[in-house]
């Protein structure tokens, strides 16, 4: 299913030949899907280009063609995700979590959309191979990655000083089957089982998540406490 919460669900853009350099760059292709899910999470999760995309196929070892379709965006980003795994053991000797692969992508994703944040079309925005690889990389030197285990009303507490102006901080985790839902039109019930939140706390301010509004979806992102997505 598409929409599952713990999933990685892809949108297709157009192709962009030159390079991500800003929003302007970004085009929707014609047919992928938007959110939001009935609950209001964000969906898809990441876009990729699906447009024209030269892929082997089945006609013999030495075949190619040209596609079209969130088919062709998918494959492309898994391919990047097995790159990125594959580059991380090699440096850690261990793969990494699911959820900390979702949250490595949305973290060094590329901005789309008419407004900051996340929206229910592009969803976190555009992988950014390059930079993923180059977060694994500073990673060895001072850790940006960290994989915890949070009990019951426990709090985790990691202090920092910035040294840019810009922070991105992303917490991801796979959670727990959600209820068996009634079947209906636009079920509402939220899914999230495991509320976790973060917040960022300095210089008498804090800093919440993003959030969207299933009921207004075209609205910009705002920032709230985020009670409906494992992201």
Request: glycine content about 6%.
């Amino acid at each position: 299913k598409g929409t599952a919460k713990n999933i990685l669900t892809v949108g297709a853009i157009e192709d962009m030949p030159n390079g991500y350099h800003s929003i302007k760059d970004v085009e929707m292709s014609p047919f992928s899907n938007w959110g939001p899910t009935d609950d209001g999470r964000i969906k898809p999760d990441i876009c990729a280009n699906g447009m024209a995309l030269l892929s082997s196929i089945a006609t013999n070892d030495s075949s190619y063609a040209t596609y079209w379709g969130t088919s062709m965006s998918a494959p492309n980003i898994t391919g990047s995700l097995a790159l990125l795994q594959e580059y991380y053991c090699q440096n850690n000797q261990n793969y990494m979590k699911a959820a900390t692969l979702k949250a490595l992508i949305i973290n060094t994703s590329d901005e789309a959309g008419e407004d900051e944040g996340p929206d229910y079309s592009f969803g976190w925005g555009i992988m950014n191979t390059e930079k993923a690889v180059k977060l694994i990389e500073n990673d060895q030197t001072n850790p940006l990655i960290f994989e915890e285990t949070l009990r019951e009303d426990e709090l985790y507490t990691y202090k920092f000083t910035a040294t840019q102006s810009k922070i991105n901080i992303t917490l991801a985790w796979t959670d727990p089957p959600g209820p068996i839902l009634q079947r209906k039109v636009d079920n509402d019930k939220k899914v999230l089982i495991n509320d976790l939140d973060c917040r960022i706390v300095g210089n008498n301010e804090e800093i919440l998540p993003w959030i969207l509004y299933k009921d207004n979806p075209s609205a910009a992102a705002s920032q709230g406490d985020n009670d409906r997505d494992n992201v």
